[in-house]
């Protein structure tokens, strides 16, 4: 059984309204709940039957990943929100391996806005464990574009709900003021 996590998001520090946090949050509370149900439902569902068209086990396991991934997706994205930036002098391991990879932080924020302003569900920065190196990625949806044996570093959720209560069509203000207010350290914690 998942359980929820609590994040501590400071609407101040995030420069995002209070409102759109906790209707954000609750989101994620079902993505762990429907998670969480469908579980229950497959433990019922005739197997016996089960075949790659439709069924009803076929389905619930096809959901159970999308409802899983939102789940995992959205814990890091909160997490690397949490407590507010390290007040615009981004710094630790992760930082560093990315700036390596792109040449700059600047570089890596030009990739990460031009990724996301193209992304319709979420954009990351991954570590990838089996080429050994660091990408930007777009996943379609939360089961849809993951880069497999590779570790998230840094997420934006892209649906249009994470932003669109506070930065309304302005996308790309909102790219800018989530990539400016990422708390490194918890991005480190993260990976290790």
Do not use: C
Request: hydrophobic share 40%; glycine share 6%.
């Amino acid at each position: 059984m998942l359980e929820t996590k609590h994040f501590q998001l400071i609407p101040d520090k995030v420069n995002l309204t209070p409102r759109l946090i906790e209707e954000h949050t609750k989101l994620y509370e079902g993505y762990i709940k429907k998670t969480n149900e469908i579980r229950e439902k497959l433990l019922s569902a005739d197997k016996a039957v089960s075949n790659a068209v439709y069924s009803d086990y076929g389905e619930l396991k096809r959901q159970e990943t999308f409802a899983l991934n939102g789940a995992r997706l959205h814990e890091i994205y909160f997490s690397a929100l949490e407590d507010g930036a390290d007040n615009g002098n981004p710094k630790g391991r992760i930082f560093e391996i990315i700036t390596d990879r792109f040449g700059s932080h600047e570089k890596w924020v030009e990739e990460m806005t031009a990724s996301a302003m193209s992304s319709r569900g979420w954009t990351a920065t991954i570590y990838d464990n089996y080429l050994k190196e660091i990408s930007i990625i777009n996943l379609d949806a939360h089961n849809l574009g993951a880069i497999f044996n590779s570790t998230l570093l840094v997420v934006l959720d892209m649906y249009e709900h994470a932003y669109f209560m506070d930065y309304g069509t302005n996308k790309k203000a909102y790219i800018e003021n989530i990539l400016k207010n990422l708390n490194w350290e918890a991005i480190d914690r993260n990976f290790e």
